[in-house]
């Protein structure tokens, strides 16, 4: 296969931390594109909970080995469809969970595409089974203590377990 015809699709967000809906979507877009490069963008504005370092490393403990050979995990600042160039991608992934997600999902697609017409969004729905799941919320229930199992690989569940050790009630 010549690498024209290699398709590669970039798979971009904070992965703050990954989460069984992320995942979902990187296995499915494994079905259609021959590699998916995860890029985890990093913005001096936000704090994140994990390092890159840590992200990307929880990433790949989250795929199977299989999987893990056609995924890029890597890190860029600056303009996603600039990274795109860089690396030979012509398509964005972007998770749909809810509705709401749309209008903003929507207008990043179209300044990429004001930004650089080449590069095409596709848009993939969260399976019914994490469209509630965000990493965000995944943070603030284990920072309170709460369960994270069954909404995150094991290996993030483990982590998060590590960063927010179990409070002792007070009586």
């Known amino acids: 296969m010549s690498v024209k015809d290699n398709r590669i699709a970039i798979y971009a967000g904070s992965f703050d931390p990954i989460t069984n809906g992320h995942i979902d979507l990187i296995l499915r877009t494994l079905q259609i594109f021959d590699r998916v490069i995860i890029a985890l963008a990093v913005n001096p504005r936000k704090t994140p909970l994990f390092s890159v370092p840590e992200r990307q490393a929880l990433i790949a403990a989250s795929l199977d080995k299989k999987s893990l050979e056609r995924v890029t ?5 600056g303009l996603l469809v600039q990274y795109a160039n860089r690396v030979g991608a012509k398509v964005l992934i972007r998770g749909l969970r809810a509705i709401s997600d749309f209008e903003f999902e929507f207008q990043m697609a179209n300044m ?11 848009f993939m729905m969260t399976g019914e089974e994490a469209f509630y799941i965000s990493s965000s919320f995944v943070r603030e229930v284990a920072m309170f203590g709460g369960s994270v199992e069954g909404m995150v690989p094991m290996a993030v569940n483990q982590k998060l377990k590590e960063r927010f050790p ?5 009586p």
Do not use: A, G, W, Y
């Not at 995990?73 to 600042?77: G, R, T, V």
């Not at 179990?166 to 007070?170: A, G, I, R, W, Y």
């Open 73 to 77: 995990i890597d890190s860029f600042e």
């Open 112 to 122: 990429n595409r004001h930004l650089d017409d080449s590069i095409e969004t596709m």
């Open 166 to 170: 179990p409070k002792e009630v007070q």
